[in-house]
């Protein structure tokens, strides 16, 4: 049964910030069902930059353009991480939380996340000293990424976790990534789309052990709205990178200094 159509469950009054005063949570599986509602009809999969980039609508220099300020992001989340890890004296939970750092900063002799992110951009043609400057990325982005870090910096520990609940949401849109840029981007081939493939079994583990702290530990309708709350939080730094990607890259509005393509 979806969250929607759950008896009780109103969700008319969630705002751009909020999930309102209406909606009950007044237990893990209301709280479960708000979160997944939340996920279905705000998560960045429906944004139309992201139907241009999977439909192979968008020239080569416009996802040039989306893989150099992705990289900010991604370069972002092992900080991200070890901000949270510093919010919890409770160690299990820092040894849990740890390996997402691992998985994107590597270890001696193995590669991460922020290495597979190079050799998309690598591979598209983009020049790595100039990726990992991130010089050219959009204000837009920068803003957005140290939000979220401020966001989990300022916020309770439990905020924190629940704003990384967005990937109960990413397989899928992984899955969509992978399929259609290959099939529609000559200048795409599977090697430099590996990122992708690996958040396919990480992303579900982390999401898995995320969802299960919060409805463990936010044990009042209030902590249950927090977490929501966070999570729509974390939907709207994820759908204003693609806002400005958008307003840059395909309206033709790109801000001084930025990233301009060559490529057509």
Same mark, same amino acid.
């Given at each position: 049964?979806?969250?929607?159509?759950?008896?009780?469950?109103?969700?008319?009054?969630?705002?751009?910030?909020?999930?309102?005063?209406?909606? +009950? !949570?007044?237990?893990?599986?209301? !709280?479960?069902?708000?979160?997944?509602?939340?996920?279905?009809? +705000?998560?960045? &999969?429906?944004?139309?930059?992201?139907?241009? !980039?999977?439909?192979?609508?968008?020239?080569?220099?416009?996802? #040039?353009?989306?893989?150099?300020?992705?990289?900010?992001?991604?370069?972002?989340?092992?900080?991200?991480?070890?901000?949270?890890?510093? +919010?919890?004296? /409770?160690?299990?939970?820092?040894?849990?939380?740890?390996?997402?750092?691992?998985?994107? /900063?590597?270890?001696?002799?193995?590669?991460?996340?922020?290495?597979?992110?190079?050799?998309?951009?690598?591979?598209?043609?983009? /020049?790595?000293?100039?990726?990992?400057?991130?010089?050219?990325?959009?204000?837009?982005?920068?803003?957005?990424?140290?939000?979220?870090?401020? @966001?989990?910096?300022?916020?309770?520990?439990?905020?924190?976790?629940?704003?990384?609940?967005?990937?109960?949401?990413?397989?899928?849109?992984?899955?969509?990534?992978?399929?259609?840029?290959?099939?529609?981007?000559?200048?795409?081939?599977?090697?430099?789309?590996?990122?992708?493939?690996?958040? !396919?079994?990480? $992303?579900? +583990?982390?999401?898995?052990?995320?969802?299960?702290?919060?409805? $463990?530990?936010?044990?009042?309708?209030? #902590?249950?709205? #927090?977490?929501?709350?966070?999570?729509?939080?974390?939907?709207?730094?994820?759908?204003? #990178?693609? /806002?400005?990607?958008?307003?840059?890259?395909?309206?033709?509005?790109?801000?001084?200094? $930025? @990233?301009?393509?060559?490529? &057509?």
């Amino acid at each position: 049964m979806s969250a929607a159509s759950k008896p009780g469950m109103n969700m008319t009054g969630m705002t751009a910030l909020s999930v309102g005063k209406d909606i +009950r !949570l007044t237990s893990a599986e209301e !709280l479960e069902a708000t979160l997944r509602h939340i996920g279905a009809t +705000r998560y960045h &999969s429906l944004h139309p930059f992201h139907k241009l !980039l999977h439909g192979g609508k968008l020239n080569k220099g416009q996802v #040039q353009a989306w893989a150099l300020n992705r990289y900010y992001y991604q370069s972002t989340i092992p900080i991200k991480d070890a901000v949270v890890i510093s +919010r919890f004296r /409770d160690r299990a939970t820092r040894l849990e939380w740890r390996h997402r750092i691992e998985d994107h /900063d590597g270890d001696v002799g193995s590669e991460g996340g922020i290495e597979r992110w190079l050799k998309l951009t690598e591979g598209l043609g983009l /020049d790595t000293a100039y990726v990992e400057s991130t010089e050219g990325i959009l204000p837009a982005t920068r803003f957005a990424v140290e939000a979220y870090v401020h @966001f989990c910096r300022e916020k309770s520990p439990l905020e924190a976790i629940a704003s990384s609940l967005t990937e109960l949401f990413a397989p899928n849109l992984h899955e969509e990534r992978i399929s259609g840029m290959l099939e529609h981007y000559d200048f795409v081939n599977p090697d430099i789309m590996s990122y992708f493939k690996r958040r !396919l079994t990480q $992303a579900p +583990r982390d999401a898995g052990f995320a969802l299960d702290y919060v409805k $463990a530990h936010a044990a009042t309708p209030e #902590q249950r709205a #927090q977490v929501c709350n966070a999570l729509i939080f974390k939907t709207n730094v994820l759908w204003v #990178q693609l /806002d400005a990607l958008q307003h840059a890259y395909v309206e033709g509005n790109i801000p001084p200094g $930025a @990233f301009v393509p060559k490529e &057509s």
